[in-house]
Each structure stands twice: as C-alpha cells, then as structure tokens.
T-cell receptor, first 115, second 114 residues
Framework: GDSVTQMEGPVTLSEEAFLTINCTYT??????LFWYVQYPGEGLQLLLK?????DKGSNKGFEATYRKETTSFHLEKGSVQVSDSAVYFC??????????????FGQGTTLQVKP | DTGVSQDPRHKITKRGQNVTFRCDPI?????LYWYRQTLGQGPEFLTY????????KSRLLSDRFSAERPKGSFSTLEIQRTEQGDSAMYLC????????????FGPGTRLTVL
C-alpha cells in the first residue's frame, strides 16, 4: 500500500544552520506530495506542496523538490530560525480511479532550533 | 485561519459513554475528510465525504464510529461506547477543487477517555 517514511527526530539545530528533513514515499499511483507543519499548541498547516515530478514547492524559505526517480520529497531550509521549531509531516495523496485523495502521513519529525 | 471550526475543542469522557464532534467549514467545500492523530504520530485517515455522500471509510473506523454530513456542509463524528484507545485528536479537513487539492485542517477536538 501507499506509505510515507520520514527521518526520525528530534532534529536539534542552532539558529542559522541548514536544515534537511528526509522523506521518501511508496505509491501505487502518481501522488501529489505535501509538507505540513504543526507549531506548538497549533493545528496542522500546509507548508508547501508539489503535484508532479521535478516540481519544487516553496514557502517561508522552505523548499522541497518532487523526485520521482528516488521517490523522495526532502524538506530543506538554508537558515533556520528559533520560530521554525515545530513538528513537520510529509504526506502524499493519490488521484485516479477509486482514489479519494486522502492524505497518508509520515510519522512526523520534530525540529528544535536553539538560539 | 483555515476557515474551519471544530467543536468541542476538548472532550473528557468516561469509558463507555458516547461522544459527538462537529466540524464546520466556513465556506463551501464539496469534500471533507476526518483524521485521527495520536501522540507522536502523523494523522491517520478515518473517512471521506463528497458532498453528503460518505465514499470511503478506513478500517480504523469500527462499527462504534459513525459519521454524517447532512446537506453537504457541516459534519459530525460520533463514537459510541468509548474506549481508552479512542483517546486522540480528531481532525477534520475540508477541501475543494481537484481531488488532490490542498486540505485545510481544523484545530481538532482532543478526546480523553478515562
């Protein structure tokens, strides 16, 4: 079945460090890929998305490129801030006959950024 | 603000009691999803509505769970005879447009079963 695997956390970085959170997926169809973020005490928010191979999603300095050949959608940011401390979820949804577009999430990666 | 409200935000109940949650999308969304999130895990899909029709139910949704979406607007999720394992955050996520379009999550209802 379809699945998403994220690197285990927590990830602890100093402010202004480079961030990579790995995400790989398995899908029977052609998925759209998403990164959602959950800040402390808040709900899930869409961070970025990509709907086809080689697309790059970007938002708030974060980027992720849809790599079909490696079935990956790694999240990157060049310089993290303390305010980026949150839990990050990679997710996919599959379109096509019989699919309802439900999201399949990874287990989440906690990022802690220290001043 | 995602334009989605959920009520109640927190619910504490005793094992065996019935509980009902409500999700209100502010604007018209033809699709609506329910998910459950337990501590330290990503959300897991429970059920899906297209307008008022319930088109998919996860195997996680035992016969103690029932969901409705009358008139294709708000939705309710009821759990009968709650168990401690039902303790989780219940999230609804409306969507509009293509089937893989963005789902905007509500703030969730945190259920604690004692």
């Amino acid at each position: 079945g379809d699945s998403v695997t994220q690197m285990e956390g927590p990830v602890t970085l100093s402010e202004e460090a480079f961030l990579t959170i790995n995400c790989t997926y398995t899908a029977t169809g052609y998925p759209s890929l998403f990164w959602y973020v959950q800040y402390p005490g808040e709900g899930l928010q869409l961070l970025l998305k990509a709907t086809k191979a080689d697309d790059k999603g970007s938002n708030k300095g974060f980027e992720a490129t849809y790599r079909k050949e490696t079935t990956s959608f790694h999240l990157e940011k060049g310089s993290v801030q303390v305010s980026d401390s949150a839990v990050y979820f990679c997710a996919l949804s599959v379109a096509g006959s019989g699919n309802t577009g439900k999201l399949i999430f990874g287990q989440g990666t906690t990022l802690q950024v220290k001043p | 603000d995602t334009g989605v409200s959920q009520d109640p935000r927190h619910k504490i109940t005793k094992r065996g009691q019935n509980v009902t949650f409500r999700c209100d999308p502010i604007s018209e969304h033809n699709r609506l999803y329910w998910y459950r999130q337990t501590l330290g895990q990503g959300p897991e899909f429970l059920t899906y509505f297209q307008n008022e029709a319930q088109l998919e139910k996860s195997r996680l949704l035992s016969d103690r769970f029932s969901a409705e979406r009358p008139k294709g607007s708000f939705s309710t999720l009821e759990i009968q005879r709650t168990e401690q394992g039902d303790s989780a955050m219940y999230l609804c996520a409306p969507s509009v447009g293509p089937i893989t379009d963005t789902q905007y999550f509500g703030p969730g209802t945190r259920l604690t079963v004692l």
